[in-house]
Structures are given as C-alpha cells and as structure tokens.
C-alpha cells in the first residue's frame, strides 16, 4: 500500500496534479486517495526526502517554493542528465520504439491542438522516458524522474496559465535521430526540448524579477 500511494503521489507531480501554493493535509490526502493516513504519511516523507514536497510549519503538505537558484540548477542538472540518459538508451531502441514514440508523439499534437494542458505534459513525459528507460538504469532515471518531480507541478501551472499553442515540438528531431542511429543528434533535440520549455517556464514563474532565468529549460 505504501508504494502503491509513493507511486501514485510521484505521478502526479510529475504530472503537475500537485498545484504549488496549494497545502493539503495528510488526512485530506489520506481521504482523497482513499487509504488510511499511515502509507500516506509514509510515501510523503520519502517524497519529503526527494525534495519534491515540503512539510509546512502547521503540518501541511506542500510543493517546495521555486527559488530562481533552485530553478536553474533543475534546469543544469536536466541539460546534462537527460540527453546523457538518451544517448546512453540509442543502442537498446528498435524500430518498434519508435513506433511507440510515434504514436505518443501523435497525441501529444492532439492535446496541443486542443490545449489539453494535463494530456500534454503526461504525453510528454511518457515520451522522453520511453526513450531513457529503454537503457537498463539504476542511476540516470531515478535521478531525472527525481528532477520531473521537482518541477512538474510548475510546469503544469505555467501551461495552465499561459496554454500550450507556443511549444516547438522537438520530437520529430529526436525520432530521426534515433533512426539515423546518431547520438549526437539525440542528445540535442533532447537538450533542445529542455530549453525551449524551461526557457517559458522560468520566464512565467519569475516574470516580476530582474534579470530573467539565465537559460532556457525544456518541455
């Protein structure tokens, strides 16, 4: 029970169902999930621990406060995590991953078309970690779903707020990439993919601070 509620919490942050600014309560939680407040208490702490959610002083469960500090060192740690996992998982895609990414990349349009904010970033996600867990990982994924977690929810109020018609999709990129067998190129429309979308990101979560986030991160 308890890892089935840790996994449960962990996607949606990934997929930003966790709003930032939003407190909740254990028990809230606990009723929301439908499950007593002992696993609840157990799957937040290790969350607590991954940094993806702040106990507050009255007790309450929260979404750390994004520092501009903290924002880019996210968006660091996803330039060099990222297209690294991807380069490393090149060997391992066949051409039936790539169908697969295909078909998601297909929905992903569709919710773009529709502004579907939540089928986005959940097509989204599935998409880049089609590609790095195609690679056996005991290091490189847990640390960048660790990363997603951290900045999901923003990302999904940012999406929210501002839609999603702006997006460069760099997945076609990617696609090529991986049927030309070039890592190199993987590893850029991945790192492409980061900037463009954190680039926005940053820029909403701090638009009332001078000077604006020093660059730009990925969708």
Request: glycine share 6%.
């Amino acid at each position: 029970m308890h890892e089935r509620v840790y996994r449960e919490l962990r996607a949606r942050l990934i997929c930003g169902r966790v709003v930032p600014g939003r407190p909740v309560t254990l028990r809230g939680l606990a009723s929301e999930l439908g499950v007593s407040p002992m696993p609840v208490r157990e799957a937040v702490s290790r969350l607590v621990a991954e940094r993806a959610l702040a106990m507050t002083p009255s007790r309450r469960i929260a979404v750390p406060e994004m520092t501009r500090q903290r924002f880019e060192e996210l968006v660091t740690a996803r330039e060099r995590l990222e297209p690294a996992a991807a380069s490393r998982a090149l060997p391992y895609l066949q051409r039936r991953d790539v169908a697969a990414l295909r078909k998601i990349d297909d929905g992903l349009e569709e919710q773009l078309k529709t502004g579907n904010v939540e089928g986005y970033v959940a097509a989204n996600h599935a998409f880049h970690f089609h590609i790095y867990s195609a690679a056996p990982s005991e290091v490189l994924v847990p640390l960048i779903e660790s990363l997603w977690m951290q900045f999901g929810p923003f990302m999904r109020l940012v999406y929210g707020r501002v839609g999603t018609s702006w997006l460069v999709d760099y997945h076609e990129q990617a696609l090529a990439a991986i049927l030309a067998r070039d890592a190199e190129a993987l590893a850029d429309a991945i790192r492409s993919d980061i900037r463009d979308g954190m680039q926005h990101i940053g820029n909403s979560v701090f638009e009332s601070d001078e000077p604006s986030p020093r660059h730009a991160g990925a969708s």
